[in-house]
């Protein structure tokens, strides 16, 4: 079970934040300022921090996380933030920030950016070759054969494959495929992604095997074995 | 403003600041004329005494008493009344009788009275000492010259008097004529203030500096209105566009509440709810980012990006999307690239994304849809074309604006801002969206100007 720090000064969105992480399976800490956080980051190992890059009283959340990479503590941290514009996001990620997510969020895209983050840390050095069911995937080769047969992709959907298979079993948000795979940022209009997965879905389960693509309502998709 | 208040106004002052320049300049001139003719008419009798005398002198003066009887009797006036006095002061002969007076001076002219004259007339005169110590007194009645003094001044101040009321009653009616026409101005203003925002502040037909100002302040005033107009029309257009999703919302929670339902029912419901907020939601995000956009605070973000890398992007994303469509789906590159530019890659691709995407929307099924990038000497952008039913060209300013949907596009799904985000997207890059006059279909062309 992860463990997670939640720095927030807002208690509405504190406790909204706090719920979805536990229904999502966390344990959750939370700090209201950016000084609590600091010391109970330091003093404990979280597997992921959310931090509001905006609180009140003394430590901002940009100072807090530069005093914590000061400190030594690597634990992957998303930000928060009112703020979207694009050097908003620069400075934070420059500050140390592993993510950035802009307010209003949905809970779901949240949860899975955090997934993300966590398995990343996770992951370990390249790997050989990736296995899911039936499906392997050679990344030096770019080859994918699914029982055997090999399976012809498009360099993009080759990406779009890839980074599916690099978090299996999670959620991930369409979002973060736009930004993972067409090295975009971007909120809105992203419904064409569902285009790119339909026809990857279309090479990947040929006619009578089971999808490895799941729709996730609302929010994203989900590889996994099939069933 | 009152009348009492008359006193403030400019035209006013000005006014009676040239009125008070004017009686200055007046003055100084009507005062030097003036000395000038008394000083000259002082001089010619001064001369004239001067002549006499000299003539007395030589004269013999035992002939004396005969000659000023005779100049008295040619002299029934007493304009010049000669006379001659004794050692011992007594009147002997001449028309200036008495004893003789008291002389400051001799041989030169000094002025008196002519005390034994009736009336007491002022006086020129002249004394002169003769060989046989006898006095002789010359004199000129000044009187009549006095009276022409007189009337000179007496002129003057009444022409300055007619002058300063003239001038006051000028000054008040141009002030009053200020104060009326910027009470008019300000009665329109304070209409305005007060939200009537179609008046404009009156105009005369005189063409002068407070026209010029009125003018502008109008077009001002225009400009106010049609933003006013279009705030309004986004908000309009806001609030119908938020009602749709809303009231949709509302129905299925009523629905939900009034029946009993099973679970999986109750789960579609909320589904449902989430989804319809999350589209409202999408399109408040989309409205705020327009206008952080806008407003230019996104600048910051700017790195070297080439147009041509981002529509390689866009087209390659829109694809699938028209190949579903079995849309005829091209791109031409031209020979030369166009040159890297400042901007913000992620608004870019955006911006092009949704003009591609409206284009790959309207296309009809096995349509049209190019996308051609262009760089020349004077320019470097993207045209997007295709086959649909188009733009009228009488809609092609308003397809720009927040939530506007054009004739041909009511039905089709969309927010409605997509174009005033590509809009807003090339304003912060220098850049222009531009329609095309084309026979069928759309053009539209996403272009910036080289920098030269």
Not at chain 1, 23 to 47: F, P, Q
Not at chain 2, 158 to 187: E, Q
Not at chain 2, 350 to 378: C, I, M, Y
Request: hydrophobic letters at 40%; glycine letters at 8%.
């Amino acid at each position: 079970m992860s463990k997670v720090l939640v720095v927030e000064d807002d208690e509405q969105t504190l406790a909204e934040i706090v719920e979805a992480l536990t229904d999502h399976g966390c344990t959750v800490e939370a700090a209201r300022t950016g000084r609590d956080g600091l010391v109970l980051a330091v003093a404990n190992a979280y597997d992921a921090i959310v931090l509001d890059r905006m609180l009140t009283g003394g430590l901002e959340g940009l100072g807090m996380l530069a005093a914590l990479r000061s400190a030594g503590v690597l634990t992957p941290v998303l930000i928060l933030s009112a703020l979207s514009a694009v050097d908003e996001r620069v400075r934070g990620l420059r500050a140390g920030g592993d993510d950035y997510l802009t307010k209003p969020f949905e809970f779901i895209e949240l949860t899975a950016r955090l997934d993300a983050l966590m398995r990343r840390r996770e992951a370990g050095p390249s790997v050989q070759e990736y296995q899911v069911g039936p499906l392997r995937v050679d990344p030096l080769k770019r080859e994918v054969t699914r029982a055997g047969r090999p399976v012809p992709l498009l360099p993009r959907e080759y990406r779009l494959l890839e980074y599916l298979i690099q978090h299996q079993g999670q959620v991930v948000s369409r979002t973060m495929l736009f930004e993972a795979v067409w090295d975009y940022r971007l909120d809105e209009r992203t419904n064409v992604i569902d285009v790119h997965i339909s026809r990857l879905r279309k090479k990947l389960d040929p006619d009578g095997s089971s999808p490895m693509i799941d729709t996730v309502r609302g929010s994203g998709y989900m590889l996994h074995a099939p069933d | 403003m009152h009348l009492t208040e008359l006193h403030r106004t400019t035209g006013f002052r000005l006014a009676t600041l040239f009125l008070a320049l004017f009686g200055v300049v007046a003055m100084l001139l009507f005062g030097y004329l003036y000395h000038e003719i008394t000083g000259f008419e002082q001089e010619r009798i001064d001369d004239w005494l001067k002549r006499e005398h000299a003539e007395l002198i030589r004269e013999d003066p035992s002939e004396l008493v005969v000659r000023f009887k005779h100049q008295d009797l040619l002299d029934p006036r007493q304009q010049r009344p000669f006379a001659l006095f004794g050692t011992d002061g007594k009147h002997l002969a001449g028309g200036n009788p008495g004893d003789r007076p008291p002389i400051p001076q001799f041989d030169r002219p000094f002025s008196m009275r002519l005390e034994n004259l009736p009336k007491r007339p002022p006086g020129r005169c002249i004394a002169a000492h003769l060989a046989d110590d006898r006095v002789a007194l010359q004199c000129q009645n000044t009187r009549e010259l006095d009276h022409f003094d007189e009337e000179l001044l007496h002129a003057l101040i009444s022409t300055a008097l007619l002058t300063l009321v003239l001038g006051l009653i000028g000054a008040s009616l141009i002030g009053i004529s200020t104060m009326r026409r910027l009470d008019a101005v300000t009665a329109s203003i304070e209409e305005i203030v007060a939200g009537n925002l179609s008046r404009r502040l009156p105009m005369h037909s005189k063409h002068d500096d407070v026209d010029r100002l009125v003018g502008v302040v109008n077009g001002m005033l225009d400009e106010i209105e049609r933003l006013m107009h279009e705030v309004k029309g986004v908000c309009d257009a806001i609030a119908h566009d938020l009602r749709t999703p809303l009231t949709r919302m509302l129905a299925g929670l009523e629905r939900a509440q009034r029946r009993t339902m099973t679970e999986p029912e109750y789960r579609a419901v909320i589904d449902e709810t989430i989804l319809e907020t999350s589209g409202l939601l999408r399109t408040f995000n989309a409205l705020l980012r327009i206008s952080e956009i806008e407003s230019g605070v996104r600048r910051q973000g700017f790195t070297s990006v080439n147009l041509a890398a981002v529509a390689d992007d866009v087209f390659e994303f829109y694809e699938p999307t028209a190949e579903d469509k079995r849309i005829v789906f091209e791109l031409t590159r031209p020979a030369i690239a166009p040159p890297d530019m400042q901007g913000d890659p992620n608004l870019l691709f955006e911006a092009l994304a949704n003009l591609v995407e409206n284009a790959v929307k309207f296309a009809p099924q096995n349509g049209h849809v190019r996308v051609t990038l262009f760089s020349d000497a004077n320019s470097f952008g993207v045209t997007i074309s295709d086959d649909g039913p188009g733009i009228a060209t009488t809609e092609r300013r308003a397809v720009l604006r927040r939530f506007y949907r054009g004739e041909a596009s009511r039905h089709a799904p969309g927010s409605g801002l997509g174009l005033s985000l590509a809009s807003a997207v090339a304003g912060m890059h220098g850049m222009s969206i531009q329609f095309n006059d084309v026979a069928t279909g759309c053009e539209v062309t996403f272009f910036r100007p080289v920098e030269r």
